[in-house]
Antibody, heavy 119, light 111 residues
């Protein structure tokens, strides 16, 4: 059974850093497209970043230069390093398998982890 | 403002049919990029409902169907049930933005 479990969220001050983790089971992270999608309180879904199986990485303009996606193949875990956090980064962050294109939609999602950026 | 436009809300009585539209442009849906639909029940993570415009993942009832034409896509739900009350999101790719894009979401209320 495919399972994704996020962790690492919490309350952080503006300008701070946080690293989110997404532990996967039932499949191999490094063999799949893996993405982060966020949802601000009461708002819709926003794509954040993707890492391809070959290592190619893309970011939404809103986080480019501040967030870094990575993976640890030995731990079968996906990460999102978030620096220079802003109030508008407050959201539930979901990891998902897939890249949202064609035959690889976001077919499995974690339960999400809440990041609150506030002083 | 979302790149893909959905109605904020739709409603229907049990057993009825409802449709949710997703309007894009020539740089996303109209450019031939697939549309996927996700269902988000209250307080839970999104779940893939329709992929590749009209395909249902295993386990999704055939009451749910998707279609795409031109720069728009639609999700249809027949035989509406109380358990269908949720937010529904369409999703595609935009070549001008070089980014995955979502619709703003549609809240379905079963009367």
């Amino acid at each position: 059974e495919v399972q994704l479990v996020e962790s690492g969220g919490g309350l952080i001050q503006p300008g701070g850093s946080l690293r989110l983790s997404c532990a996967a089971s039932g499949f191999t992270v490094s063999s799949n497209y893996m993405s982060w999608v966020r949802q601000a309180p009461g708002k819709g879904l926003e794509w954040v970043s993707v890492i391809y199986s070959g290592g190619t990485i893309y970011y939404a303009d809103s986080v480019k230069g501040r967030f870094t996606i990575s993976r640890d193949n030995s731990k079968n875990t996906l990460y999102l390093q978030m620096n220079s956090l802003r109030a508008e980064d407050t959201a539930v962050y979901y990891c998902a398998r897939g890249n949202g294109l064609g035959a690889t939609p976001f077919d499995n999602w974690g339960q999400g982890t809440l990041v609150t950026v506030s002083s | 403002q979302s790149v893909l436009t959905q109605p904020p809300s739709v409603s229907g009585a049990p057993g009825q049919r409802v449709t949710i539209s997703c309007t894009g442009s020539s740089s996303n849906i109209g450019a031939g990029y697939d549309v996927h639909w996700y269902q988000q029940l209250p307080g839970t993570a999104p779940k893939l409902l329709i992929y590749g415009n009209s395909n249902r993942p295993s386990g999704v009832p055939d009451r749910f169907s998707g279609s795409k034409s031109g720069t728009s896509a639609s999700l249809a739900i027949t035989g509406l049930q109380a358990e269908d009350e949720a937010d529904y999101y369409c999703q595609s790719y935009d070549s001008s933005l070089s980014a995955v894009v979502f619709g703003g979401g549609t809240e379905l209320t079963v009367l």
